[in-house]
């Protein structure tokens, strides 16, 4: 649907669970280039778009002049429910929430989001709102640093790092990609691989500054109300943080009482407000990880509303 080198991960699985068709209603939280979201339209279904990304909610505005039965906003898909007010939309038939960083993105260097070129050590989705990763490591403390990397890089090695740039900040302002990803990479003891280290500090970044694993909860919440009796969600994750909250929500919100076992009698009053169509996460084909590398971390979780 669009010309832009992206492409959609487990996009088959998505649409047999999400079943678009003509005169159904889906949020696609994370539109990107519409990768998804043009097959949705192809179904005949009407489709909102959501991006805080400039670029791709340009894109979106673009694709629908060709497309009315396309809306789009620049807002998180944690505000799903003002996007819907903004549209005059009660209810959808079904939400796609593809999380994560897409392929263009990683590959411009003005956004900061690989360590892999050089570009302003950003991280933001919207560039034009919100403090930068420069921002970040510019003013935490070292624990806070630290504390940071690890718990949403999940690196084991944060405080040393943390003590690393705090240090070379003093000297100079650590403002761009290459210089983080040099100073990493110079601490590090021989024979340690550079890259998962660099990628776990640069996603715990991103994170951070994006507030991502905030954004995430609040949505799933949003989705029990935004989506009517009998529609689908899907959510798509990268990593074990964000997987770890979806699966909790899901095996949370299928039981019919989530009083603590030793209570003989429910007080809680709680009642199943969905059921899980994917018994575990679903992965891509070795098919689909050949042809797109980046699909081999995805993980895909769904269920219907009751």
């Known amino acids: 649907m669009t010309d832009a080198p992206h492409i959609p991960v487990l996009k088959t699985e998505t649409l047999d669970l999400l079943e678009p068709g003509p005169g159904k209603r889906f949020i696609d939280g994370t539109f990107g280039f519409g990768g998804h979201t043009g097959s949705m339209l192809e179904a005949g279904a009407e489709v909102l778009g959501l991006d805080l ?34 549209n005059n939309w009660d209810q959808v038939d079904g939400v796609l929430l593809d999380l994560g960083v897409s392929s263009w993105q990683l590959d411009d260097p003005d956004k900061g989001f690989s360590y892999r070129s050089d570009g302003p050590l950003d991280l933001r989705f919207n560039q034009d709102q919100g403090q ?7 003013e935490l403390s070292e624990t806070e640093l630290a504390d ?20 070379a900040r003093e000297e100079e302002p650590i403002e761009t990609t290459a210089r983080l990803r040099d100073l990493i990479e110079g601490m590090l003891p021989r024979g340690v691989k550079s890259a998962p280290v660099l990628s ?25 109300s935004a989506i009517k009796p009998g529609g689908v969600f899907v959510v798509i994750s990268y990593h074990s943080l964000e ?59 769904a269920a219907r509303i009751l």
């Open 243 to 301: 997987d770890r909250i979806v699966k909790k929500f899901i095996d949370r919100e299928k039981r019919d009482c989530l009083c603590p076992p030793e209570l003989p009698v429910c007080r809680c009053g709680h009642l199943a407000l969905l059921k899980p169509l994917t018994r575990k996460a679903v992965k891509a084909s070795a098919s689909e990880e050949k042809t797109n590398p980046r699909s081999r971390s995805a993980r895909l979780r």
């Open 200 to 224: 776990r500090v640069f996603q715990a970044l991103r994170i951070a500054v994006n507030e991502e694993l905030e954004a995430l909860p609040e949505a799933l919440e949003k989705l029990l």
């Open 53 to 86: 990304d400039g670029v791709a909610f340009s894109a979106c505005e673009k694709l629908a002049e060709d497309q009315e039965n396309l809306r789009c906003c620049r807002i998180s898909f944690r505000d799903l429910d003002e996007a819907m007010k903004l």
């Open 148 to 167: 940071l990397i690890y718990r949403w890089g999940e690196e084991r090695g944060s405080r040393r790092i943390a003590r690393t740039l705090v240090r």
């Open 132 to 138: 930068t990763a420069a921002d970040l490591v510019a």
